[in-house]
């Protein structure tokens, strides 16, 4: 069985109602699929299935689009995974769709291609920003004193939500290099015309303001292993766990 969660994290402030009750009822007997389906919103029309349920034939995101059904499996990533459908069914409905439609369009082969990429990295790593605008160009430029420390108050507007649920699992055991793959939440952030483009931003979430208590100490910025500069390399590869 799982370690158990620290529902006080910052970054697990969105799930902490149901994942506490999930948890007690996963780790009192209850199949995780169960136990995910129980605390389902009635706008999620998808069910969570035992993966076996699954079978060998079709890929994961066609299954979950064609069949709406969510294969799940007895692990801390897929809890993660069901917790996340929970709390953003539109955006795990419309990330299955359009890997579904490039399924069959041109198959499975040992390339995801350009949207596919994207669409794994998000879904695995991925995060929604809200906040003003001096935010959002720090942000983009990587400016990290900029973001976290001269315009630290205005932390106050903004809002981050992690929905990439490798990096929820990652967080179980926090390092400063864990990063997530932000989007800015504005209409079109997920069409593909915008996700063709590879328009994430690196934000280290350990920075976050009121996230880590280290940060309190503004040095905490001042390592270019992890907030690198503006124009550094930065790696926007398929993210680990890919399912089909």
């Known amino acids: 069985m799982i370690e158990p969660i620290d529902w006080q994290q910052p970054w697990l402030a969105a799930y902490r109602e149901p994942g506490a009750r999930i948890e007690a009822r996963w780790r009192g007997g209850e199949s995780l699929w169960d136990a995910l389906n129980a605390e389902r919103p009635s706008s999620l029309q998808h069910r969570f299935v035992p993966h076996a349920a699954r079978g060998a034939a079709q890929a994961y995101e066609t299954v979950v689009h064609e069949r709406g059904e969510i294969p799940t499996r007895e692990s801390l990533h897929d809890f993660f995974n069901g917790l996340v459908w929970l709390r953003e069914p539109a955006m795990k ?7 579904a439609g490039e399924i069959a369009r041109r198959g499975i082969t040992g390339i995801r291609g350009t949207l596919r990429d994207a669409l794994t990295l998000f879904d695995e790593s991925g995060a929604w920003f809200r906040g003003p ?8 430029r990587r400016q990290w004193r900029r973001l976290f420390v001269d315009e630290r108050a205005r932390w106050r507007e903004a809002s981050v939500l992690i929905v990439g649920h490798a990096l929820l699992e990652k967080l179980q055991m926090p390092r400063k290099m864990h990063t997530a793959h932000v989007l800015i939440d504005v209409a079109g952030a997920l069409d ?21 208590a280290a940060n309190d100490n503004h040095s905490f910025y001042d390592d270019p292993s992890v907030f690198r500069p503006e124009g550094s390399p930065r790696s926007i590869s398929s993210a680990r766990r890919c399912r089909s």
């Open 93 to 99: 409905v419309r990330v299955s769709e359009l890997h």
């Open 133 to 140: 605008q001096e935010l959002v160009d720090a942000l983009r």
């Open 192 to 212: 593909v015309p915008h996700l063709i483009m590879k328009p994430f931003l690196p934000l280290p979430v350990l920075g976050v303001p009121g996230w880590w």
